[in-house]
């Protein structure tokens, strides 16, 4: 795109301030409307016959689920919540669509089980990154709200006392682990060990021998559960050998995209070839979109993260970036405040691929297409990436940057994977947009 068409664009941020405000964001009311009918519909993940009473919660529960706005339990909810509540316990794999409610479901069975009598630590949740495992604590904290729950948050440069007696720990592996072989946490009443985001908790390239290692030093009775939206085969077996006789609840590939993420993506192969930052201006020139609510832009490398926070602050665009080289108060900062709707776009790496939640993200970028360590197309990472939008019935938008022949094939193969076509966007900046605010709009 010429450079012209780049400055028009930052003018047309000016003018249309006003009407991204308001037209294009839903109001609460329709997005409620639109939630209720598809937990009214039983081809939907949000859909489920029960109740929340029917599965059997303790009703200081029920009070922290209703104190949430929760109306009715997602499909994995109702599915998951009453075999994981059986006696004898029973380990479970579990698998669930991005955005569903898999948090609820394992922090519902850890504040079912727990003897609130005991102070001793008797549920361990590990997630891959600390913005997550800060998220998850704050959920189980919500959800325990009306209960005399305790917990500790087992994650980089918290203060934490010699002995931890809190009924609930939520972290990271690596802190986890060193807290139990020094014995800050005596693992003796550990009845319920959780792995969210498991498979990339289990896989050889991500945390795999932490979490295995982990297991060794709790009692060999613990209820192991196991939760994410992918499990590539490559690390089902792994699950079976962590988690034995498990319950298994599972989604066929082309069952994992979710209809309200509309899937685009902008060939920037086709623009004008001299200027090689084609990439670059195209993402400026998109800026008013990402600015219609909250955007995430998912890059491969810290360096262009910041490179890029960088260049689009110096033309007054607030944009802040995240990434695994921060410093942990750093890390904390720029995502609560991103959370809290002070800054509109992040620019990140794959440390927060996963999980993130923050209702507000109704756009997801992939400036770089996600590929693994040996460059191959990681699917699973894609998935996770754009389920950061259309969030629990919230329409999202995603859009991948494809500039050269192998991110080309790299989307292609995605697409063929989960069989979920990815439209292609108009070379003309002002037609994108308003495909793009269009899909935002559409239920
Ligand atoms: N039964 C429910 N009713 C209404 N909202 C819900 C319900 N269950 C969960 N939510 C909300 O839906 C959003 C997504 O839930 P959650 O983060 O647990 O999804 P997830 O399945 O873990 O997603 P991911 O795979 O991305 O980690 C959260 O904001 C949560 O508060």
Redesign the pocket.
Known sequence: MSQQAADQSTEQEVLTAEERATDLLESSYSVVVK?ADQ?ADASSP?YSAKS?EELGLHEDLLKG?YN???????K??ERALPLLLQNPPRNMIAQ??????????FALTILSRINYDLHAPQALVLSPSRE?AR?TME?IQEMGKFTQVTTTQAIKDENLPPRVNSHIIVGTPGTVSDLIKRRVIDAKNIRLYVL??ADNMLDMQGLGDQSRNLKRLLPRDCQIVL???TWADRVRQFAHEIAPHANEITLKPEELSVDGIKQFYVDCRSQSKENKNQKYDILVGLYSLLTVSQSIIFVKKRETADEIAQKMSEKHHAVVSLHGKLEAAQRDEVIDSFRAGKSKVLITTNVIA????I?NVNMVVNYDMPTDQYGRPDPETYL?RI??TG??GRTGVSVNFVHDNKSMQVMNDIEAHFDRKMVALPDDLDEAEEIIKKAMKST
């Open positions: 939630l937990q949000l929340f689920i949430m706005k929760f109306a009715k339990p997602s994995i909810q669930s669509q991005s955005g569903t409610g898999k948090t609820a479901a997550l998220q959920v969210d985001e939760f994410s939206a996963r999980g993130i939640d209702a996770h389920g950061r969030r629990f």
